[in-house]
């Protein structure tokens, strides 16, 4: 499908298990305006190049939007209506901070503030990359990169259906301030869940539940996010912290290579993210005792190339690997755990 306007030109595509949603010329946000649709997937990135011209509102009281992924607000103000986001992009009030907002079980706003990163610059152009998964979302602005751990997934009952990518949205009690904006090169990609093709483990991959929960307002906030583990040195073992989560966040080519991760004994989950060539030769491990997900993303050219990923030492894991990219598994070996 090949959409044709002066500006704001698109292209979707669907295949095996994804589809993707791709500009073809400049986008300008445009209140109140849809450009086409995309499933919603369990696992979904948006990337793209951003040149920022300056706050809409002087006054700077008030997020503007630069676009959201998302239901029409006309079916209201909840997560069925204007307060679904995969994702919705954002300028914070008071400063001149990014914000990102995916919604997941249990809350529409599902909110990541990127204040981390800093103000943003007028005239300036920013390479911006946002993915998650059930577990984990990473934040990537040229070289700069944060990650979030998400509570609980996508909405089960979203996954499948089909979403509008307004650039930018309308609200539901009264329109959302325009974010002043050039956007290029955009690529919005959805994994569908019934079609995403799982490697093969030694035994099957245990899938926990998800239930839905209650619908809190879709009012977006400001919160800090969350600060990652700092990644391991090249080589080296890197022991988990007991008694906590373990976030590994690899994004630079071979940051994690050639490490070997030993996650952690106690009941916590240990999820690695590994960008292009970050995570060649790489071995996590659970270890005796553990009871928490091994959670792995692969995300880039050669990410997870000739990894191990061991679960057979710990008891009742699960072990859970997305990846997208060429060879990102390429070689890998992925042992579940010992039931």
């Given at each position: 499908l090949i959409c044709n306007a002066q500006l704001n030109q698109y292209t979707q595509r669907v295949g095996p298990g994804y589809e993707i949603w791709q500009s073809e010329t400049d986008f300008i946000p445009v209140q109140s305006t849809a450009f086409g649709t995309i499933t919603i997937g369990a696992s979904m990135s948006i990337e793209f190049d951003f040149i920022w011209h300056g706050r809409t509102n002087a006054t700077a009281i008030d997020y503007e939007i630069f676009f959201r992924v998302g239901f029409n607000s006309s079916l209201g103000n909840n997560c069925d209506g204007v307060g679904s986001r995969y994702?919705?992009?954002?300028?914070?009030?008071?400063?001149?901070?990014?914000?990102?907002?995916?919604?997941?079980?249990?809350?529409?706003?599902?909110?990541?503030?990127?204040?981390?990163?800093?103000?943003?610059?007028?005239?300036?152009?920013?390479?911006?990359?946002?993915?998650?998964?059930?577990?984990?979302?990473?934040?990537?602005?040229?070289?700069?990169?944060?990650?979030?751990?998400?509570?609980?997934?996508?909405?089960?009952?979203?996954?499948?259906?089909?979403?509008?990518?307004?650039?930018?949205?309308?609200?539901y009690d009264e329109e959302y301030i325009v974010g002043n904006a050039t956007f290029r090169n955009i690529a919005l990609i959805s994994y569908v869940v019934n079609n995403v093709t799982h490697i093969p483990t030694v035994t099957p991959t245990v899938t926990p539940t998800l239930t839905p929960t209650s619908i809190p307002t879709s009012v977006p906030t400001t919160a800090p996010s969350y600060a990652p583990t700092v990644s391991p040195t090249y080589g080296l073992h890197y022991n988990c912290t007991e008694h906590e989560d373990c976030n590994l966040f690899c994004v630079q080519a071979n940051e994690c290579s050639s490490v070997t991760i030993l996650c952690p004994t106690t009941h916590n989950n240990c999820n690695v993210f590994?960008?292009?060539?970050?995570?060649?030769?790489?071995?996590?491990?659970?270890?005796?005792?553990?009871?928490?997900?091994?959670?792995?993303?692969?995300?880039?050219?050669?990410?997870?190339?000739?990894?191990?990923?061991?679960g057979r030492y710990s008891m009742q894991t699960n072990v859970q690997v997305w990846f997208s990219g060429d060879y990102a598994l390429q070689n890998a070996k992925i042992f579940c755990a010992d039931l």
């Amino acid at each position: 499908l090949i959409c044709n306007a002066q500006l704001n030109q698109y292209t979707q595509r669907v295949g095996p298990g994804y589809e993707i949603w791709q500009s073809e010329t400049d986008f300008i946000p445009v209140q109140s305006t849809a450009f086409g649709t995309i499933t919603i997937g369990a696992s979904m990135s948006i990337e793209f190049d951003f040149i920022w011209h300056g706050r809409t509102n002087a006054t700077a009281i008030d997020y503007e939007i630069f676009f959201r992924v998302g239901f029409n607000s006309s079916l209201g103000n909840n997560c069925d209506g204007v307060g679904s986001r995969y994702p919705s992009f954002w300028l914070e009030p008071d400063n001149d901070y990014l914000h990102v907002s995916v919604s997941r079980d249990g809350s529409c706003q599902g909110q990541f503030s990127l204040q981390p990163f800093g103000a943003i610059a007028v005239g300036v152009e920013y390479h911006i990359k946002i993915s998650w998964n059930d577990t984990l979302i990473v934040a990537q602005i040229d070289g700069w990169s944060d990650i979030k751990v998400r509570e609980t997934p996508t909405m089960p009952a979203h996954i499948g259906r089909e979403a509008f990518v307004w650039w930018t949205s309308n609200g539901y009690d009264e329109e959302y301030i325009v974010g002043n904006a050039t956007f290029r090169n955009i690529a919005l990609i959805s994994y569908v869940v019934n079609n995403v093709t799982h490697i093969p483990t030694v035994t099957p991959t245990v899938t926990p539940t998800l239930t839905p929960t209650s619908i809190p307002t879709s009012v977006p906030t400001t919160a800090p996010s969350y600060a990652p583990t700092v990644s391991p040195t090249y080589g080296l073992h890197y022991n988990c912290t007991e008694h906590e989560d373990c976030n590994l966040f690899c994004v630079q080519a071979n940051e994690c290579s050639s490490v070997t991760i030993l996650c952690p004994t106690t009941h916590n989950n240990c999820n690695v993210f590994c960008g292009d060539n970050a995570c060649v030769n790489i071995t996590i491990s659970g270890r005796f005792g553990n009871g928490g997900n091994i959670n792995v993303q692969c995300d880039g050219t050669d990410s997870c190339k000739n990894a191990v990923i061991d679960g057979r030492y710990s008891m009742q894991t699960n072990v859970q690997v997305w990846f997208s990219g060429d060879y990102a598994l390429q070689n890998a070996k992925i042992f579940c755990a010992d039931l």
